[in-house]
């Protein structure tokens, strides 16, 4: 009797999209050559790790962690501890790997904390997590011939044997290692995605008591992702080391937690690639928005209520149902209604903007007097006018927008009616 072998086929699909991602890491720093986008460039791979690592407890393991920071912080501060040990030459190791120590603090960290956080789940588990990150972030104060005090710990990534006349002096040799890493571990986070075990965490998410039922141990599958987020978290921690060559007490408080949540959440913690997206919308948030606006944090909290209340499972999955419109031919009659829906929500947030702002000046730039300007239109921030102008924008805006929304769900009502129908019409042939 022979022996008969059959291989699963090629997925071209797969294999050009991995092939797409590598090429964007490679051309990026060619197409954006300047200093400012080539640090926003390496500051959202390392974004893009930490994000996906969170997403491996929030998304796939429906563990909600209000400290995630303390895995990324305390890793970034083992690398620059050892990499200020291999500029004194008390510790030989290149550079290139300087980031898999912090992965390795990440996992330390996480097989200390985690046995505590995930004996528990649901809300107990997050307010664990917020515990020990404020624990974490009190001792960093406490603790400064570890955390360096309120100036933090410095080092120098330019040290140690050059190899092949790499010294990572230059920006642009960093984002190369940095996007290396990050390809690398966006692989092995996918992949761990497709082994039991990650199907399993899936299932604890979805059901842990049919997981016991069936002879799992849920608290151990919990566990186990936590203490492999760990190490992610750890190596984006290293990077971020190398790359601002000072760590700060601020990497592992509240706020860092809170902007890997928000962002995981905007860019959809459903679907792998959400966090991507929301990890380079958090640099740009971070990077650019904050220098258009002082009142940044309030436009991104907007922004989470606004996707809250209208896309809760962020833009992954708003990309998701389009794709799945166009793939029945059905896209184009949107185009109107998004169009519209688009329009009056640039009028409400314009009015809104323009309220904000005034605000913001009143309370944070009086020396400056009460005008001034908001996307080129003159305001004064103590006239009604003004204050009239923007609310009448604004309630204008709202209400346009939501006599727009309710006609667009009506046709998406119908558009989806049709595709269910389709798909039974086809499942029949």
């Not at 985690?114 to 960093?140: H, N, P």
């Not at 190369?176 to 082994?195: D, E, G, H, K, P």
């Amino acid at each position: 009797m022979k022996n008969h072998y059959q291989f699963a086929p090629l997925n071209i699909g797969r294999w050009l999209t991995w092939g797409l991602f590598a090429l964007v890491l490679a051309v990026a720093p060619l197409m954006f050559g300047s200093g400012l986008a080539m640090t926003v460039l390496s500051q959202m791979g390392i974004a893009i790790i930490a994000c996906l690592s969170y997403n491996m407890l929030l998304g796939q393991g429906g563990m909600l962690s209000f400290g995630h920071a303390v895995y990324t912080g305390l890793g970034s501060f083992l690398a620059i501890h050892a990499l200020n040990s291999v500029a004194s030459g008390s510790l030989s190791l290149p550079v290139s790997l300087v980031p898999m120590v912090g992965g390795l603090a990440g996992v330390g960290f996480a097989v200390l904390f985690g046995y505590v956080t995930t004996r528990k789940s649901g809300t107990t588990f997050a307010m664990i997590t917020l515990g020990l990150g404020e624990l974490v972030f009190a001792l960093s104060l406490m603790i400064p011939e570890f955390f360096g005090g309120e100036g933090g710990v410095s080092g120098n990534r330019v040290t140690g044997t050059a190899r092949l006349g790499i010294t990572f002096g230059p920006q642009i040799q960093v984002y190369y290692l940095i996007a290396a890493y990050t390809f690398v571990a966006v692989a092995a986070m996918f992949a761990f995605t497709r082994t039991p075990l990650g199907r399993m965490l899936n299932a604890v998410r979805d059901n842990p008591e049919r997981v016991e039922f069936v002879g799992y141990d849920t608290q151990k599958v919990r566990y186990i992702a936590f203490i492999i987020a760990g190490f992610f978290a750890g190596i984006s921690g290293g990077l971020a080391a190398l790359n601002f060559e000072i760590v700060t007490a601020e990497v592992v408080g509240a706020a860092r937690s809170g902007a890997y949540l928000l962002f995981t959440f905007l860019g959809g913690a459903t679907f792998f690639f959400g966090p991507i997206i929301g990890a380079i919308l958090m640099v740009l948030a971070f990077v650019l928005l904050s220098e258009f606006t002082k009142a940044w944090l309030l436009y991104l909290g907007l922004i989470f209520l606004f996707m809250v209340m209208y896309a809760p499972g962020g833009i992954a999955s708003l990309i998701m149902m389009n794709l799945r419109v166009a793939l029945y031919g059905k896209l184009r009659q949107l185009w109107g209604s998004y169009l519209a829906l688009a329009v009056t929500a640039l009028v409400l947030l314009l009015g809104a903007g323009a309220m904000i702002e005034m605000v913001y000046h009143l309370q944070l730039n009086t020396t400056l007097g009460s005008k001034l300007e908001f996307l080129g239109v003159p305001l004064d921030a103590k006239s009604v006018n003004s204050w009239f102008g923007a609310a009448l924008v604004m309630l204008t805006g709202l209400g346009l927008f939501e006599v727009t929304r309710r006609q667009f769900l009506h046709e998406w009502g119908e558009i989806q009616e049709y595709i269910e129908k389709e798909i039974k019409r086809r499942e029949a042939l």
